[in-house]
């Protein structure tokens, strides 16, 4: 994850769990302002930055589900910079949660994933930026349809990562209910939408945070979940690669929902991911529950994206944007670099139901290496801005949001201050902090986009 910044207001009472406005006060915490940009008429430029001050994990979980988190292990609330979306008021935004504190350690030459705060629950945040700093308006816990935690915990043995303690040495218990949080949209009724990277599944969730529907691939066979789970996405996502599920989700003008995978998917195996170039972007109607297309959407070169970067495993899409009728911004980045694409959901681009929609079709999509060429339909693109060329942009930025023609809001992920590697926790336990902070970034382009 990585630095935010923000701009702060008058505390409000959380309109879904009634924070008490003195909790709210306690974690309306705020720090210092990153550094802004320079850059002339003509070019991308940062005009203003905040940042969201050290607020205890323990303290917002257990204010908004008590007795959630025991012990915290020194971690402050980080991780909000999945999303971005605004609330449609100056300054606010919603934003999420990821799934909590996580990290890597190898064990045996193997690397374990670990959760530190097990009993942390994923939230949608509300935040306001005024100023340098970012303050928490309210927050919304994620709950079952029985008002349960969802949690951030891997689901199932064999298709996601096996869960352990904060020294890798300990094996946590799977969740069918866990959601690994990522892009976020509200709709006009006020209920909220969510992808997340495990299933890969689309999440439609009430006004106050319990789960309504949670839509994932044909196939997957869920079960225990205490929300409905309805198989409703395509079968060839089953083959996402681990920890890249779905990260980011537009909503467009008319309703309709648009989902990126994070990564090419494993098809027909992780070897034939990780060198694609060729991701996948699906659009999702509400009315009629279902996908009505599925687009490939083809990466720049790494070393385009980050120069310097030889490892086209490192690209993702970690946002996208709807900035009008069937048109997006597609986020391209790695962990230090990013771009925003202009993209435009051409209807002769739908590979929905037809051969590179299926898993047993070879070459594979992922496979190929110029999909055109092969008679697969692209989608076009035109590069809108550089962020790596911008002074004061944060690495890992996760979250993006339209603020008027010319300006985005830009949001990283700090991962909660966590490194990777056993060093991550002192000899007590506490987190060795990594000094990366959440911040809320402005960024003015030279022209409408």
Known sequence: MSPHTARTGRVRRSIAIGLPLAVVAALAVAGTATGRSGGGHGAARVTAAATLGDIPLGTFSNALLPGTVKDDRGVDLGGIGSDLYPTGRKGEFWTVTDRGPN??????????????????????VKIRVHGDKVKVVSALPLTTSSGKPVTGLPNQEGHDEAPYSYDAKTPVSYDPNGLDTEGLVRAPDGTFWLVDEYGPSLIHVSARGKVIKRYVPRGLELRGADYPVVEALPDVLLHRKTNRGFEGLAQLPGGDLVMAVQSPLSLPDEDAGEGSRTARLLRFSPAKQAVIAEYAYRFDPVDLVDPGEDDTSELKISSVVAIGRDKLLVQERTDKAARLQA??????????????????TRPSLEELDDPASSGVPVLDKRLVVD????????????????????????INDNDFGMSDGPEA????????????ETTVTYVRLPRRY
């Open 343 to 360: 993209v435009r959901l051409d209807r002769r681009a739908n590979i929905l139901d037809g051969k590179w929609d299926k898993s047993t």
């Open 425 to 436: 926790f002192d000899k007590d336990g506490l987190l060795v902090d990594s000094g990366a």
């Open 387 to 410: 962020l790596n060329t911008v002074d004061g942009v944060p690495d890992k930025i996760e979250g993006v949001a339209r603020v008027d023609g010319r300006t985005l809001a830009l």
């Open 103 to 124: 990290g890597q350690i190898k064990v045996g030459g193997k690397k374990r994933r670990t959760f530190p705060v097990p009993g942390f629950d994923p939230a949608i």
